[in-house]
């Protein structure tokens, strides 16, 4: 079974530029979740998605956003880009994101670097 | 807000020892706890889970157990070997908002 798969793997941009990250579960996941992490603070939890809808939501400005697709597959986006915001951003599947055996399984992660 | 703690922050063992990795957390009212692994520039590789009302999991040479009344948890590898070198996290499901809370991890060198 293929496993989590994030893309672009690298990525540049400039201050006050937009960025859009893309994540495809492991199939016949439905939760997706993001998360951000830097040297300083580690990681941290973004937005979780399940069924097209955003479930639960992390302490991040507005600039950060997420959706979620039928086929499960979720994108996040990042508008007015700062230089905070280079890091490493994961993606995390899991079947349903709520069982108590329900194990989160992340992809390689996708490193923005922002100038 | 849940807390999440390992101590210590960076260890360096010789190939062949057994090791004990520490998780703190603050908030007991948990769903499961998590033990991933980090290889540099990597993403996350889960290990281990643990439900609420376990106390233990083991694969292989690895052993995790959970005393959540106290909010530890611990991480012990056995027979080290070079290729376990890597950073390994800790992560708390909570009962409320179920994200996963993250400690800070722990960098591991085993030297042959």
């Known amino acids: 079974k293929a496993g989590v798969t994030q893309t672009p793997r690298y990525l540049i941009k400039t201050r006050g530029q937009q960025v859009t990250l893309s994540c495809s579960p492991i199939?016949?996941?439905?939760?997706v979740s993001w998360y951000q992490q830097t040297p300083g603070q580690g990681l941290q939890f973004l937005f979780e998605?399940?069924?097209?809808?955003?479930?639960n939501k992390g302490n991040f400005p507005g600039r950060f956003s997420g959706r979620q697709f039928s086929n499960s597959r979720s994108e996040m986006n990042v508008s007015t880009l700062e230089l905070g915001d280079s890091a490493l951003y994961l993606c995390?599947?899991?079947?349903?994101?709520?069982?108590?055996?329900?194990?989160?399984?992340f992809g390689p992660g996708t490193r923005l670097t922002v100038l | 807000k849940q807390e999440v703690t390992q101590i210590p922050a960076a260890l360096s063992v010789p190939e062949g020892e057994n090791l004990v990795l520490n998780c703190s957390f603050t908030?007991?009212?948990?769903?499961?706890l998590q033990w991933f692994r980090q290889d540099p520039g990597k993403g996350l590789t889960s290990l281990l889970l643990?439900?609420?009302?376990?106390r233990e999991q083991t694969s292989g040479r690895l052993n995790a157990s959970l005393d959540k009344s106290s909010g530890r948890s611990t991480l012990y590898i056995a027979a080290s070997q070079p290729g376990d070198s890597a950073t390994y996290l800790c992560a708390v499901r909570s009962n409320s908002g179920y994200a996963l809370n993250f400690g800070k991890g722990t960098s591991l060198l085993v030297t042959p």
């Open positions: 643990i439900q609420s009302s376990q």
């Open positions: 995390a599947s899991s079947l349903s994101g709520r069982a108590y055996t329900d194990t989160q399984y």
């Open positions: 199939s016949g996941h439905r939760s």
């Open positions: 998605y399940f069924s097209e809808t955003q479930r």
């Open positions: 908030d007991s009212a948990i769903y499961n």
